[in-house]
């Protein structure tokens, strides 16, 4: 089964930086695309960034311009580089396949932007 673990996350205050890592047990140069979500408590999982397997990306208006979604095939790992964060990007961030049936959620990696 596949296990998808991500890290990464902390407390930090608005217009600091992190960087997520998402470490998949399959090898994910088979999947043409991966994804991250986010879910603030509440609300339903929403998908953040997008890339393809030919590393050609896509992101909600939202984070546009202030992430950056990347993959290394090799190490079976996605990253997203969020820069600029906002309080509104304060939720616990998820990454997955994007296929017709998910590999089993990780446990989520928790983001707290302060004021």
């Known amino acids: 089964q596949v296990q998808l673990v991500e890290s990464g996350g902390d407390l930090v205050q608005a217009g600091g930086s992190l960087r997520l890592s998402c470490a998949a047990s399959?090898?994910?140069?088979?999947?043409?695309?991966m994804g991250w979500f986010r879910q603030i408590p509440g609300r339903t999982r929403e998908l953040i960034a997008s890339?393809?397997?030919?590393?050609?990306?896509h992101y909600v208006d939202s984070v546009k311009g202030r992430f950056t979604i990347s993959r290394d095939n090799a190490k079976n790992t996605m990253y997203l580089q969020m820069n600029n964060l906002k309080p509104e990007d304060t939720a616990v961030y998820y990454c997955?396949?994007?296929?017709?049936?998910?590999?089993?959620w990780g446990q989520g990696t928790q983001v707290t932007v302060f004021s």
């Open positions: 997955n396949a994007l296929i017709s049936e998910p590999w089993p």
């Open positions: 399959e090898n994910i140069a088979v999947v043409n695309a």
């Open positions: 890339i393809s397997r030919s590393t050609s990306t």
